[in-house]
């Protein structure tokens, strides 16, 4: 929607967080297989976020054109903080983040049935 949003890590829930790029078509393949986690753990567990790395235009066209898309709220184009911090640069990445910011588990690349149960087991 536009709007200036901020991660709050400081409560006590976990965050899953996927990172992508509108014009990686690793993400696009990925899309399906993080959809399915959200639809999963979406209420549950902890917070779920998506992370464009591309500018609000570029993502909104995609969504408009209907093109696969992640069916999270995400943060568009975030500021360089933020992807220093979590060395947000490589696409596709799925980071869990815990209490007060700590990343507790990362993978950069799609994702395999061993990765899925992971992710599964740390943040479900």
Known sequence: NGRSATLNFNSDRKHLI????INCKFCQEEFAVWNDLI???RSESGNIHGLSLDSQIETSNSIDSNLTYLRAASIIAPDKNLIRTYRALAT????????GGLVEWV???KLKAE????????FG
């Not at 996927?18 to 790029?21: K, R, T």
């Not at 596709?92 to 209490?99: A, D």
């Not at 990765?115 to 740390?122: A, F, G, R, Y």
């Open 18 to 21: 996927f990172i992508y790029s």
């Open 39 to 41: 639809s999963e753990y």
């Open 92 to 99: 596709p990445t799925v980071l869990i983040v815990g209490q």
């Open 107 to 109: 993978h950069i690349g």
């Open 115 to 122: 990765e899925i149960q992971q992710i599964k087991s740390i």
